[in-house]
């Protein structure tokens, strides 16, 4: 059976907290490795992180990762975060750099996510396992493909363990990723980044700012169903799982899925999968 992890963002409302604790609740029947979650710009966030990853522990016996940004931290910041998650048993961290918010000027301590990397294995070995971001259709703001690759093997060379990806829905894009960083002597684990389709609009507003390539077919068959939300969900669950199968009969080591909060649709994905 494949290894699964699911992706959380941490809920700000009554009704938020809800609906990821339905979300977990059901997830966890699929017994992910672990679980992660994502934080707000500017560490707007961060409290509600460390808050989301305590409860998805303790209320819901999920080991939980919580993503971590250098951006506009200063270091001693970085080392009280560091210092609280290990605290409350913290075994995995997702280290990234992050996005600047707009307006705000300071880029922080550490400007990249291999710092940032280096950092947490300086200050605590190797109490953590770290995994890193990987885009195999290029980070938005690379000036090229080579250099992105550079980038992603500086934050292997500095101690990450394994990799998660940016979503895609080409299989082809994560092979030659992979292969390519191979050649350049990485060896770690590259686990695809699951985005399962439900919502189009949303969608499609996510990929424009994040880089992920909607293949025209996919965006045609999706505008064809235009506001049968049943047709669009079952062909996304089709679509989505057939990806999987893809990776997974070419050596995808796991399957990591963004879940917005929701359990519907990765269920439907792994339902397809044989996950029961």
Request: net charge neutral; aromatic share 10%; charged share 20%.
């Amino acid at each position: 059976m494949t290894a699964l992890s699911f992706e959380f963002y941490p809920p700000k409302t009554d009704d938020q907290r809800a609906q990821l604790d339905r979300a977990a609740t059901r997830l966890k029947a699929y017994a992910p490795d672990y679980v992660s979650c994502t934080f707000g710009a500017g560490g707007s966030t961060l409290s509600y992180t460390s808050e989301t990853v305590r409860h998805l522990n303790q209320h819901h016996g999920l080991p939980a990762a919580p993503h971590l940004s250098c951006v506009g931290g200063t270091r001693e910041e970085i080392r009280e975060l560091l210092k609280l998650y290990r605290a409350i048993g913290v075994k995995r961290i997702v280290a990234l750099r992050g996005d600047l918010p707009s307006g705000m000027g300071y880029p922080g301590d550490l400007r990249y996510a291999a710092d940032l990397i280096a950092f947490i294995r300086a200050e605590h070995g190797d109490a953590f396992r770290i995994e890193a971001a990987a885009y195999p259709e290029t980070h938005p703001q690379a000036s090229d493909a080579l250099s992105d690759l550079r980038h992603f093997k500086a934050k292997i060379d500095a101690g990450a363990d394994a990799a998660i990806t940016q979503y895609f829905y080409n299989p082809d894009a994560y092979f030659h990723f992979v292969d390519a960083v191979r050649r350049l002597g990485v060896e770690v684990p590259i686990i695809p980044g699951i985005m399962p389709i439900s919502n189009f609009s949303q969608l499609r507003r996510f990929s424009e700012q994040c880089g992920a390539e909607i293949p025209r077919w996919i965006a045609k068959r999706m505008q064809a169903y235009a506001d049968d939300a049943d047709a669009v969900r079952a062909f996304g669950a089709d679509v989505v799982a057939a990806l999987c199968e893809r990776l997974v009969a070419g050596g995808a080591p796991a399957l990591h899925f963004y879940t917005l909060n929701l359990a519907r649709p990765t269920r439907a994905v792994l339902q397809r999968l044989g996950h029961g």
